[in-house]
C-alpha cells in the first residue's frame, strides 16, 4: 500500500495540524512554479483501503489517493483560503534550496502525482474529493 498525504482529523493537513499551523504564519510558500503535483488522501479513507486490501486485495502495489492529484499552486492557496489565513507567499527555487533544501524544492516544484485506477478497480475504494477544494459550481467539495 502506497499512501497519498494524509488529511483530516489528527494529520498536518487539518485545521489545527502542524501545516495548517505553518500556512497561517506564511511558513509554507509556493516553490518556484508551483508545478509540483500531490495526490491526496482523507485519513479515514485510508483506514477503508487498508481493510478493503486485507479482505479482498490481490498481491501487488496499491497507491491510495483521491481521485485529483493537484499542484501545489491550486491546493496551497485553496488550503490558506479555507483555513481563512494569508494567501502563501512565493519564493524561488534558489531561495527555497537556501532555506529548505533539495526536498522542499522537489515537493514543490517536480513531484508527480499518480493514479489510483486500481485501488478503484479491485478494491472497489472510493476515496472523497478534498474538502478545501472548491468545486465548478463554487461550491466547497465535501
Known amino acids: 500500500m502506497r499512501y ?20 497561517r504564519q506564511q511558513q509554507f510558500p509556493i516553490v518556484g512554479n508551483g508545478e509540483g503535483v500531490w495526490s491526496w488522501l482523507h485519513i479515514e ?14 498481491p501487488g502495489i496499491y497507491l491510495i489517493t483521491n481521485d485529483q492529484p493537484l499542484a ?33 524544492v522537489y515537493y514543490g516544484t517536480q513531484m508527480r502525482g499518480v493514479s489510483n485506477a486500481k485501488a478503484k478497480r479491485e478494491l472497489n475504494f472510493q476515496p ?12 466547497y467539495a465535501s
Open 45 to 58: 479513507d485510508a483506514a477503508i483501503a487498508t481493510v478493503a486490501a486485507a479482505e479482498q486485495g490481490n
Open 4 to 23: 497519498g498525504f494524509f488529511y483530516g482529523p489528527g494529520t498536518w493537513f487539518n485545521p489545527d495540524g502542524d501545516v495548517a499551523q505553518q500556512v
Open 128 to 139: 472523497r474529493p478534498l474538502e478545501w477544494i472548491v468545486d465548478t459550481t463554487g461550491a
Open 72 to 104: 501545489v499552486r491550486e491546493w496551497l492557496p485553496a488550503f490558506a483560503q479555507w483555513l481563512n489565513a494569508p494567501p502563501p507567499p512565493q519564493i524561488s527555487v534558489e531561495d527555497a534550496l537556501k532555506a529548505s533544501g533539495a526536498d522542499a
